[in-house]
C-alpha cells in the first residue's frame, strides 16, 4: 500500500503522548512519534530509551508519555535492556508463557552521545548477537541533554561548550564519525539513514522496514536541536530540508549490504546553506575563515562520492 | 533423601541454575565465576534447560539485559566476580531500584588494583548498599542451598529485591568437596514459577519502567526499598524454615558455632568460618571456650541478632577479608560493632582484615586471633583495634 | 492508583521502583503555558496539503477521521511556530 501521510495519522494514532516535557520545537517527538506509527495498530511494542533528553522529558515520575511498555534504565545501555526484553519474550514465547498470536516489536531509541559514544559497544554487541530489534539514533550531533557538549556525532568545527570556538582552537577539530556505516560493518538485515522531511515518507518507510525485518536493524535519523545549533525554533524542516540537500546528510538504506541511496538532489546545494543559518558554526563566515567553509565542503564531497560508489558497487 | 555427589562450589550452582531452569541467563565470564556461564551454556546447547542464554560483551550488558528480562516478566539470573561486578556497578543500583528480583551468583575475588585473580570479599563489600540482598556460603552446599532457596526470597511480594549468592573464589569456586543435591522435581516445586504483576511484554497493559524521579518522589522510592530489605528478614527466615522441612538443612542469619557459652568468639563469612570451626574444636579440646559466628545474611544486616548472640561473650575479633581503606575498620566490623552499641551491649571487639588478594589464612592464624582475644580478655586493654592478619611487617 | 500520585503522596501509595501502570497518561500534563506566541490557525486559508501536522513536536494539530486537521490543541501547543513556517498557503500566523 502506498505511503499516504494523512491517512497514516488519521488511522494510527499517536503512540507518543502530548504532555512530554521535550524543549519547544525539537525535532526528536516527530521522528520518535512517526517511528512508532509504523508499528501495526495490532502489535505490542516494548521501547528502551538510554538517558538523554529524550527519556527525562518523556518518563517525569509519575508520567509518561509512551502508550507502548517503556523501560529507561542508564545512558550506555538502551541496547543491552531491549535485548533482555527480546531474549525473554522468545523465552516466554517458546515455552508457551506468552499468547502465541500476538506480536511484539522491539525498539530502542538513543542519541548521539547513547549511541556513537558511551553506548556504542552496548548497540555493537546486542546487533552482532543477532537479536530481533531497531536500534534508532535520534543524532542531534552534541550531548544536548547536559548542555551541548561534543560528541563524536559532532561535525568539525563546530562550537560546543567542550569544543568552544576561542581565538587559538576554532571549534571541534575532528570530524564526524560515520556511524551508519560503523553499523553496515556489522553486517545487518537492514540499515538506514533518515530524516523528517516533506511528508515523513522515507522516515515512515525506513521505520517500517526496520521494524518488520527481522533480526537487528538499525536507524541513523538526524534530528535538529534549535538551541545547541543556534537556529530559531521555527526553522526545524528548513534546517532538515538544507541538511538533505546539501548532501550533508544522504538519505540510504543498506539492505543486505546493498547500498540505495533513496534521494539524489538535481542541484546539490554548497554546504554555506547548511551551515549559515546556525550559530554553531558562525565563526566559519568571518574574513579568514573561508578554509573552514572549503573544508568541510570537503569532508561533505568526498563522503557523498563515497556513498555514490558504494552504491554503484552494488548495482554491478 | 536428597543425591550424594561431589562437586566444585562452580559446579553446584550451575546445577542450582540448571535445576532453577531460569528464563534467561546473560553472562559475561571473568575468573573465577567463569565456569558457572560455561556450565550452564551447555545446558542450553543440549537442551536440557529452557532458557535463553544470551553471550553479553560486558558485565555491563548483563546486568542491563537482565534488567530487561526481569522487568519484560521473566527470571534472569547472572554470574560474575570482582571486576566484572564492578563493571556493573550501576546496573546493581538501577535493578534494586526498579524492584526486579534479580538472582546473580557472585564467586567472590579480589577487586582490582593491581590485578588479582583470587579470592577476597572487596567485589560483595563495595555492594553492600546497593539494595541487594546479600547471602554468604561456607561451602559448596550452602552456595548451593542459598542459591535454591533465592528465588523465594527475591521474589516475595514483601520484597521484590535482587540478591546475590556470595561464594569464596577458588577456595570454594573450585574445591570439589561432598554435596548432598535436591531430586530436580521437588526444586522445580519448592522455587516455583514467577507471575510478577506487572510486566512490560503484557500487552494488555502496558507499563512503563525507569522514570526521572526527582526531589519529589526519590526519597520515599528509596524507603520503600528500604522498608522492602527489613521485610527480607521474616521472609529469609520463612523460606529457611520450608527449606528445612524439605531437606533437612537448616538456616539462620547466621551460624552460631559453639557461640552458646564460648567466652571469645570470632566473626567471619564463608570459607572462613570453616577453619575458625576447626580451631575451635582443637580449643575446646584443650578446655578453652572459643566459638565462632558465621554470618549468613549480610545484606539484610541482622544487627540486632547479632548483638544478641553476642551478648554473653567476653571479646570479639570480627575477621574482614576486605580492606575498607577509611581507617576506622572492614564493613563487617562496622556493621557488627553498630548492632551492639544500638542494642547497649558493651563487648572489647577488635577487627582483622584478612585474606587480602587470595593470602592463605591458616588455622594457625586464627589461633593468633584467639590468643590476642584471651589476652584481652584478661588485661581488658583492647590496645589497637584495627589490625591485619598474616601481613608481613609491623602492625599486626 | 498513580493517577493521584503527586508531591503529597506518602511511601506506602507509591508504586513501587517508579513505574507507571497506565501508559501515555503524560496526556494529563498540560505544557501549554510554555508558550510565549500562539499559533492561529486560518481555516478559510488552509487547503488540508498535511504539511503541519507531522512537523509538530507536540502533536497538538489533530487530524480527524476525514483526514482533516481541525483547531490547534492550545493544552499542549509550545508556540515553537514550525508548523507555521512549513505552511505554504500562510493558514497559520503567529501572534
Known sequence: MAYNLKQVVAEKPSRFTSGHRMCAGCG???????????????????????????????????????????????????????????????????QGKLPQDHETKFIAFGGDGGTYDIGLQSLSGAMERGHDMVYVCYDNGAYMNTGIQRSSATPKFADTTTSPAGTKIPGKMQPRKDLTKVLAGHHLPYVGQTIAYMNFKDLYEKAEKA??????????????CPRGWGYPTDDLMIINKLAVETCYWPLYEIIDGKYVINYKPKNKLPIEEFLKPQKRFKHMFKPGNEWMIEEFQKEVDTRWQELLDLEEMGNK | ????????????????????????????????????????????????????????????????????????????????????????????????????????????????????IHNDHSDAMGARDSGWIQLFSENNQEAYDNMIMAHRIAENKNVLLPLMVCQDGFITSHSIENIELIEDEKVKEFVGTYHPEHYLLNAKEPIAVGPLDLQSYLFEHKVQQSEAMKNAKKVILDVAKDFEKMTGRKYGFFEGYKLDDCDMAIVCMNSTAGTTKYVVDELRAKGIKAGCLKIRCFRPFPAEEVAEALKHVKAIAVLDKAASLNAAGGALYEDVVSGMFTSNIHVPTVNYIYGIGGRDTKSTEIETVFDDLATIVKTGEIGNPYRYLGVRGGNK | MQNKIDANTPWEEMTPGGDIYEAGNAKEFKTGSWRSMKPKYLSEKCTQCGLCFPVCPEDAIPVNKEQKREDFNYDYCKGCGVCAKVCPFHAIEME
Open chain 1, 211 to 224: 521494524i518488520y525485518t527481522k533480526g537487528p536493524c538499525f536507524l541513523n535519523v538526524l534530528s535538529p
Open chain 1, 28 to 94: 526528536a517527538p516527530p521522528v520518535a512519534r512517526h517511528i512508532l506509527r509504523a508499528l501495526k495498530p495490532e502489535d505490542h511494542a516494548v521501547v528502551s530509551c538510554a538517558t538523554g533528553c529524550m527519556e527525562v522529558s518523556t518518563f517525569i515520575y509519575p508520567y509518561t508519555s509512551w502508550t507502548d511498555s517503556f523501560i529507561h534504565t542508564a545512558f550506555e545501555n538502551a541496547a543491552a535492556n531491549i535485548a533482555g526484553v527480546e531474549a525473554a519474550y522468545v523465552s516466554l514465547k517458546r
Open chain 2, 1 to 116: 533423601m536428597g543425591i550424594r555427589e561431589r562437586l566444585s562450589g562452580n559446579e553446584a550452582v550451575a546445577t542450582a541454575m540448571k535445576q532453577i531452569n531460569p528464563d534467561v541467563v546473560a553472562a559475561f565470564p571473568i575468573t573465577p565465576s567463569t565456569e558457572i556461564p560455561q556450565y550452564f551454556s551447555s545446558f542450553v546447547s543440549n537442551g536440557v534447560v529452557d532458557t535463553e542464554f544470551v553471550a553479553v560483551e560486558s558485565e555491563h550488558s548483563a546486568m542491563s539485559a537482565c534488567i530487561g528480562a526481569e522487568a519484560a516478566g521473566s527470571r534472569a539470573m547472572t554470574a560474575t566476580s570482582a571486576n566484572g561486578m564492578s563493571l556493573m556497578w550501576e546496573m546493581l543500583y538501577i535493578a534494586s531500584s526498579l524492584r526486579l528480583p534479580i538472582v546473580m551468583s557472585l564467586v567472590n575475588r579480589a577487586v582490582s588494583g593491581p590485578l588479582n
